[in-house]
């Protein structure tokens, strides 16, 4: 691949920001350190009517939806890139992000 190329993209940026993607799609009762101010809780109250606690999890793509075998196939994903990868996340002092989204899914 062109040199040139290769320079242009800020690849530390890119996987920060696709883990950032994670932290808008949460949902339940957010921590007091969500780095989205714009983002609220949110479907505090599912799942109470027949006592079960469906609270937390992330929405699959925005639309207010959770698909568990969809859910559960990004959080293997992100936890064995999480293994693979770790000396990278750790040099760039991403682990601990990607940690807390890895543990709220």
Not at 35 to 49: E, H, I, Q, V
Not at 76 to 100: C, F, R, S, V
Request: hydrophobic share 40%; aromatic share 12%.
């Amino acid at each position: 691949m062109n040199k040139l190329i290769m320079n242009t993209y800020n690849y530390v940026e890119a996987l920060q920001l696709s883990i950032t993607f994670y932290l808008a799609q949460k949902s339940g009762k957010l921590p007091a350190n969500n780095p989205l101010s714009w983002r609220g809780d949110s479907c505090l109250n599912d799942g109470k009517d027949n006592n079960v606690d469906l609270t937390g999890g992330y929405f699959d793509a925005g639309d207010h939806m959770k698909f568990l075998l969809a859910n559960a196939y990004s959080i293997t994903m992100l936890t064995w890139g999480a293994i693979q990868y770790n000396d990278i996340y750790k040099q760039n002092n991403l682990l601990p992000l990607l940690t807390d989204v890895i543990k709220w899914g």
